[in-house]
T-cell receptor, first 112, second 115 residues
C-alpha cells in the first residue's frame, strides 16, 4: 500500500528565505506527483504536476523535482513571501488505481 | 471558467441522521473524485467516477457511505446513520481525463459536523 510522508510537519521562516519542502513515497510505481497548496478552511490549489517520466517542473518562484527511484520529491520556494504561508501537500497517483494518495502536509509560516 | 463547486459549505447534523453532499465538477471533466480530510491530515480517497460509473470505491469506509453520478456530471455523496466519527471536510475534485498528465482540480469542500 502506498504511503506518503512529508518533512517537516511545520516550518517557520523569515521573509525572503529560500526553502525546501520534502515528500517521500514508499512505492516508486507512480503515474505522477502533484504539489498542492491549502489555505485555512479552503480547498486545495494545484501548484505543480510532475509526470512519472519528468524530473522537475517550474512555475514562477516554485520548482518541484521528482526522483522516482528513491521515492522522493522536493518543492523549492525561492524568495519566500508572507503570502506563501499555507499548508503544502504532495500527492502521488499510483499505478494500481486512479486516485491520489496524499501526504499529511507541511504547514509553512513566512514571517514579515 | 467556473471551478468545482460544493454544497452546502457547512452541514451540522445529529448522530443517526442522513446527509447528502453535492459536487458540481468543471464542465466537461469526465473524472470525479471524493476525498475526506480530517483536521491536520491530508485528504483520504473515498471514491472515483469515470463518467457515470464508480471506477474505484475502495476508499469508502463502510456501507453507510454511497455516491452517485447519474448523468456523468453532478455527483452526490450520501451518508446514512451518521456517526460523530464522520465529522470531517469532504472534498470533491474533477479532472479532464485519466492518466499521468491530468491534474485534479478541487472544490472548497463541505465541512460536516455530526453532533
Amino acid at each position: 500500500k502506498q504511503e506518503v510522508t512529508q518533512i517537516p510537519a511545520a516550518l517557520s521562516v523569515p521573509e525572503g528565505e529560500n526553502l525546501v519542502l520534502n515528500c517521500s513515497f514508499t512505492d516508486s510505481a507512480i503515474y505522477n506527483l502533484q504539489w498542492f497548496r491549502q489555505d485555512p478552511g479552503k480547498g486545495l490549489t494545484s501548484l505543480l504536476l510532475i509526470q512519472s517520466s519528468q524530473r522537475e517542473q517550474t512555475s514562477g518562484r516554485l520548482n518541484a523535482s521528482l526522483d522516482k527511484s528513491s521515492g522522493r520529491s522536493t518543492l523549492y520556494i525561492a524568495a519566500s513571501q508572507p503570502g506563501d504561508s499555507a499548508t503544502y501537500l504532495c500527492a502521488v497517483l499510483d499505478n494500481y488505481g486512479q486516485n491520489f494518495v496524499f501526504g499529511p502536509g507541511t504547514r509553512l509560516s513566512v514571517l514579515p | 471558467g467556473a471551478g468545482v463547486s460544493q454544497t452546502p459549505s457547512n452541514k451540522v447534523t445529529e448522530k443517526g441522521k442522513y446527509v447528502e453532499l453535492r459536487c458540481d465538477p468543471i464542465s466537461g471533466h469526465t473524472a470525479l473524485y471524493w476525498y475526506r480530510q480530517s483536521l491536520g491530515q491530508g485528504p483520504e480517497f473515498l471514491i472515483y467516477f469515470q463518467g457515470t460509473g464508480a471506477a474505484d470505491d475502495s476508499g469508502l469506509p463502510n456501507d453507510r457511505f454511497f455516491a452517485v453520478r447519474p448523468e456523468g456530471s453532478v455527483s452526490t455523496l450520501k451518508i446514512q446513520r451518521t456517526e460523530r466519527g464522520d465529522s470531517a471536510v469532504y472534498l470533491c475534485a474533477s479532472s479532464p481525463g485519466v492518466g499521468n498528465a491530468y491534474e485534479q482540480y478541487f472544490g472548497p469542500g463541505t465541512r460536516l459536523t455530526v453532533t
